[in-house]
């Protein structure tokens, strides 16, 4: 009796994406696909180019703990160990937040307000992967950038993708809460994607969030707002006169937090909320005018 012949390509990408449409992944074939295509070694394209390809028992071994591990919802991004963000592909850990699109709308809020070749050093609190500083950098060659992070392992991927994208000679990387750290009108500009979601928020999100991403970086606390006091109060104090900044907010926060910045000092001007591609909140831009 001869032995069955080796299974090929196209039977396990429609193998795996049945396996993963019955674990109610989402897009589970465009999962299969990146899954096994990382497996091998190859772009997702190529699997394309060689459906008829047999497999060895080597190939499936790669394959079969990967699979697993998608199937439990573990985002393909942390499977992959990358992710792009504004064109740039980034290294990414479960020790830090994946890169979403709407974060992007940061980086094209600061480059609507800087020139390429302006000098200026800007921070990047609660940087994550390092993902805005470095998009921003590599955009701006003239600027320099603190980043910070409660999480030294955090820090850790940041860095790693400033050295990737060769800015790291331009950044300072310092395991800190928040600005307290910073010198008096040190700063040109301040970006910060800080956690923002209230304890009771947490429970709500896609489990493919809650149960991989690191909580430090989603919760901020009972209500989910505690960062932003914190924040606008040291900007005032580490911003330059003219300078920005720009806070991620959850869509229902940011009109409160642009109307808490206007009452807080008359020295804020130009305060403005910009919406997501989703035509969500997202973001508060206000600029300090400290008074002569």
């Given amino acids: ?39 091998l070694g190859l772009e997702r394209l190529d699997l394309y180019l060689d459906l008829d390809r047999p497999l060895t028992e080597q190939d499936l071994s790669k394959i079969r703990p990967l699979l697993a591990r998608r199937g439990t919802g573990e985002p393909m991004a942390y499977i992959l160990g990358r992710k792009e963000f504004y064109g740039l592909k980034l290294v990414v850990t479960k020790d830090v937040l994946i890169p979403r699109p709407d974060t992007e709308l ?4 600061v480059l609507g307000l800087y020139q390429p070749d302006r000098p200026l050093l800007f921070a990047d609190v609660a940087t994550g992967s390092g993902a805005i500083a470095v998009a921003l950098l590599v955009h701006l060659p003239a600027a320099r950038c603190i980043v910070t992070d409660i999480s030294a392992r ?12 060769g800015v790291r000679d331009r950044v300072l990387s310092t395991q800190a809460d928040l600005l307290t750290h910073l010198a008096p009108a040190a700063l040109d500009l301040i970006v ?6 209230a304890e009771s928020e947490f429970s709500r999100i896609s489990k493919e969030v809650a149960d991989f991403e690191p909580r430090i970086a989603l919760v901020a606390g009972v ?8 924040l606008v109060e040291q900007a005032m104090a580490v911003l ?24 807080r000092s008359e020295q804020w001007s130009d305060i403005k909320v910009l919406k997501d591609y989703a035509g969500l909140n997202r973001y508060v831009q206000a600029r300090w005018c400290p008074l002569r």
């Fill in 1 to 39: 009796m001869s032995a069955a012949p080796p299974p090929c390509l196209r039977d396990i990408l429609s193998k795996s994406s049945a396996y993963l449409e019955q674990r109610k992944i989402d897009s589970p074939r465009l999962s299969a696909e990146l899954v096994v295509a990382h497996a």
């Fill in 240 to 263: 330059k006169s003219g300078g920005h900044l720009l806070l991620e907010t959850g869509a229902t926060q940011a009109e409160k937090l642009a109307g808490d910045i206007r009452s």
């Fill in 106 to 109: 940061c980086v094209d809020a």
């Fill in 192 to 197: 910060a994607n800080p956690p923002y979601l």
């Fill in 223 to 230: 209500r989910g707002d505690e960062y932003f006091d914190p």
């Fill in 154 to 165: 955090a820090l850790t991927v940041a860095v790693k993708n400033c050295e990737a994208h």
